[in-house]
Each structure stands twice: as C-alpha cells, then as structure tokens.
C-alpha cells in the first residue's frame, strides 16, 4: 500500500470532514466522553473553514489515492499551532499520523517559526506519546469547561467589542504576557466581530477572541479574564480551555456553574515562555 502525502484543497473538506468526526468520535466514545464533533456536518464545517483559510496550511495522506487522514498548521501568528490531526480508525497505529505530523513540523521550521503549539485529549495516550516521541513537551493541564457565562458585572471592568484601533495595544499585551503576539488569529476575529476587550482604569488590560474551543483570551489579571467570561454571550465550540494551575480562575468557574468536560494538555516545541499574567489557550494553543 502506498502513502501520499499531499496539501489539502477545498475539495477536500467532506473527505477529511468525514474522517475527524469519526476518528475523534472512536477515541471519546472508547473512553465515555462527549465527541470532540457533535455531527459530521460540523466536523466538515470545520475543514471547510480550515480549507479555505489562506493563514492555515493543510496536509491530507492518501493511501492508494484514497484519503485517509489529514492534520493542518494555524501559520496566523509568530508561533504555529497543529490540529485538528485525524487518521481513518480502520488504518489508526500505522504511522500515518507520525507521518501527518512530520510533515507540519518540517512545514514550521521552513516558514521560520519560533516554536510550534498543540493542544491533546489528556485521555489519549496513543497521541501523548507520539508528540512526546516527536520532540513536544508538556507545558500546562488544561480544563475543558463548558456551560453558560455566569450573568456578573465587575465593577471597574468594563468590556467592549474590540475595534482595529485596538489591534495595536492587544498585541502588545499578548507580547508581554506571552512573549510573542497573536494579531493573525485577532486579526480573524476583528473581522467576524467576535473580539472583545476589557478595560480597567482607563486602559485595556484583557482581550478575547471569544470564549470558545477555537478563541483565545489573555488578562493582565484573574479579574480582566473574570469579567471576559461573564460578558461572553455564549461558550462556543463545546466549552474553552481553562490552565487549570490556575486554581482560583478554575474554582470560581466551578462555583459559577461550569462544568468540566476533560483534562488537556498543552506542548510546545521551540520558544516557550511562562505566561506572565492570565490566559485561556485556544485548542490550536
Ligand atoms: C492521534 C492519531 C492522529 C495518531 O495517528 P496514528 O496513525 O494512529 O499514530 P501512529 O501510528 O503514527 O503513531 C502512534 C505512536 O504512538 C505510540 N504509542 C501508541 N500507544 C502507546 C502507548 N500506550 N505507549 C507508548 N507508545 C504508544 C506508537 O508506538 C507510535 O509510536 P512510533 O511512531 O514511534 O512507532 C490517530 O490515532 C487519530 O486520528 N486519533 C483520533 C483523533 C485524535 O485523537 N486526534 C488527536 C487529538 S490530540
């Protein structure tokens, strides 16, 4: 048998659609958990809007010319992010998806990437292990928390939706808190009109690209993260991704209501620094 590799087009997208919903679903169903994808048609939702978004690059293998898996490369920031990566259950454990990760590693480190991020289902060892083996290591146990934003208000938090001019500042914040900004991916979401910022005595202290699987969020402090939660009009994408060494953002969405859906992790392979301030990663870091 035959393993081509090969960038991913439009006309992909049922195809690989059609693989992550049942290659995720395989996994959690094997371990109780909810689908990563609640239907195959927002799967392909999915990979539709992966396919057709120039700041990500794609990588579909082909076996005996039909398609078997696919893994893409968010290329929208300094730091490239992996994911969704999915192989065919019936040729899972092959080296398909060594293959399929290879093939976005080599892709980052040609295109100058400072470092590469993933986000995995912490109950997966198959995956676990083949990133570790690849070189990533584990930086953060997150929580997937899911349910409705608390209805509170901060006093002297007040949240916005985002503007260009914002643009500016927000990256500058997620330089000082992350070491590196995140203006492809805000950029995204200025766009879609999903960005929101926080501002605290007369400056913004906080940003969110969404409170979803797929958005990220950083704050100076616990309190600007608070206040972008609980102004969020819903969670979307099936919960967002809470560091859950943050013991006191973590109880106070446990206290709020929030419900736990699975433990992640986070891994990096290249530049990494220790978030200095609050942040909720997206699942493509
Ligand atoms: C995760 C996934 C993409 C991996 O693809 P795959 O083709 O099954 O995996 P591969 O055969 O290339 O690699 C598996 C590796 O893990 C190793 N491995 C698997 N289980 C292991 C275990 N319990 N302990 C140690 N090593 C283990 C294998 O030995 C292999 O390592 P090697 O490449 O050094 O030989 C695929 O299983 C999949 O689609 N899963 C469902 C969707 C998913 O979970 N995506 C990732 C979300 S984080």
Redesign the pocket.
Do not use: E
């Given at each position: 048998m035959k393993l081509k590799l090969r960038p991913g087009t439009r006309e992909d997208a049922a195809a690989c659609g059609v693989i992550d919903f049942e290659?995720?679903k395989?996994?959690s169903s094997q371990h109780n958990f909810p689908w990563d994808f609640p239907s195959v048609e927002a799967a392909i939702a999915t990979t539709t809007a992966l396919l057709s978004n120039p700041g990500f690059y794609s990588v579909v293998a082909e076996l005996d010319g039909k398609i078997v898996?696919s893994n893409f490369l968010d290329e929208r920031n300094p730091i490239s992010g992996v994911?969704?990566?999915?192989?065919d259950p019936s040729?899972?454990?092959?080296?398909?998806?060594?293959?399929?990760m290879l093939a976005v590693m080599e892709r980052s480190a040609r295109r100058g990437f400072a470092g590469i991020r993933?986000?995995?289902?912490g109950y997966?060892?198959?995956?676990l292990?083949?990133y570790t083996?690849l070189g990533f290591d584990t930086r953060e146990p997150l929580s997937k928390m899911r349910g409705t934003p608390p209805s509170l208000k901060f006093a002297g938090y007040e949240v916005r939706p985002a503007t260009e001019a914002d643009l500016g500042p927000c990256n500058e914040l997620c330089r000082r808190i992350h070491g590196h900004d995140r203006g492809g991916e805000l950029g995204d979401a200025l766009k879609q009109a999903r960005a929101r910022v926080v501002e605290h005595l007369g400056r913004i202290t906080g940003y969110a690209t969404g409170i979803a699987f797929f958005a990220h969020a950083i704050g100076e402090t616990k309190n600007d993260i608070k206040a972008l939660i609980a102004a969020a009009p819903e969670i979307g994408g099936g919960g967002f991704l809470l560091p859950t060494r943050n013991s006191e953002l973590f109880r106070w969405c446990l206290q709020n209501g929030l419900r736990l859906d699975q433990q992640m992790t986070l891994m990096t392979i290249g530049l990494y620094n220790e978030p200095a301030g609050a942040y909720l990663p997206s699942v493509l870091y």
């Open positions: 290659a995720f395989s996994i898996g994911g969704p990566i999915s192989v040729v899972q454990n092959q080296t398909i998806g060594r293959q399929l993933l986000v995995q289902s997966h060892n198959r995956s292990c083949l083996k």
